[in-house]
């Protein structure tokens, strides 16, 4: 059964699917939020991470790159206390220093948006090698999944699904021809 079938009308998976899901994202800190989104994900349920969705933000203090990446232990300690976050110290620690990671990105690309367009097309095998030699804990799962919510892979939407039409009247990535 597709995303597009079960999640309408679900009152986590139905907006997620409706207004976010496959959409082209720019800015840099909802990239980072939807990365550290699909870490926290491997080995649970998308559910589990939506239901949890906002104290995450609180946690990571919306997904702040720049805050994000000043963590130091302190922080650390207070995130594996936080009983309403997946207190799971390797998620935490891959969190932290991808944040560190992508304002490196930031700073020789101007931003991790403009570093992802200048990796497309790829296809998914080098997207993933590409992601395992940048960030930590990005996985197959993880970076195919983070790609095809952020509009850089198809495949997040039935082409029969009314919010296809939505996806692809932004022009999502996956869409565009490469540059020259």
Known sequence: MSYCTFAPGHPYH???HEAEYGFPIRDDNLLFERLALEINQA??????VLKKRESFRKAFVDFDLDRVARFKSKERERLLQNAEIIR???KIDAVIENARRINTLRQTHGSFAEWLDLQHPLEKAEWVKLFKKTFLFTGGEITGEFLISTGY??????????IYKRVIKQKPPWMRAPKP
């Open 14 to 16: 139905g907006p997620y």
């Open 43 to 48: 080995g649970l349920s998308w559910l589990t």
């Open 88 to 90: 799971n110290k390797l």
């Open 153 to 162: 892979l198809p495949g997040a939407h039935d082409p029969d699904c009314p």
